[in-house]
């Protein structure tokens, strides 16, 4: 079992650079390919990025790529989301995920196992 809070979320001028973090609980963070998806109001919930779990590897929306960086760092059991360049379409809540099936690293949002509660990012225009 894994508990997964994020942090970081704010409001930001369109241009802007926020950071988020989600701190694990539960002994197996390691080994879990984690991920971060965002939903806006009124669409459905979307992929942003995903990252293996040595950190080797990672993956990217194309709305995404060259602007967000995701990371983690096992020994503080935690996932980063650097976000720089941000775009009022980038306004949504964030949330971090972990998959148990570290072989992958998944776009689908069926495929995680464990969610954040999720924290607001607003790029203002």
């Known amino acids: 079992q894994v508990q997964l809070v994020e942090s970081g979320g704010g409001l930001v001028q369109a241009g802007g650079s926020l950071r988020l973090s989600c701190a694990a609980s539960?002994?197996?963070?390691?080994?879990?390919?984690m991920g971060w998806f965002r939903q806006a109001p009124g669409k459905v919930r979307e992929f942003v990025a995903a990252?293996?779990?040595?950190?080797?590897?990672?993956y990217y929306a194309d709305s995404v790529k060259g602007r967000f960086t995701i990371s983690r760092d096992n020994a503080k059991m935690s996932v980063y989301l650097q976000m720089n360049s941000l775009k009022p379409e980038d306004t949504a809540v964030y949330y971090c995920?972990?998959?148990?099936?570290?072989?992958?690293?998944?776009?689908?949002?069926?495929?995680?196992?464990?969610w954040g509660q999720g924290t607001q990012v607003t790029a203002s225009s």
């Open positions: 995920a972990a998959d148990r099936n570290r072989v992958r690293l998944s776009d689908r949002d069926f495929e995680y196992d464990y």
């Open positions: 539960g002994r197996t963070f390691s080994s879990y390919t």
């Open positions: 990252i293996s779990w040595t950190g080797g590897s990672t």
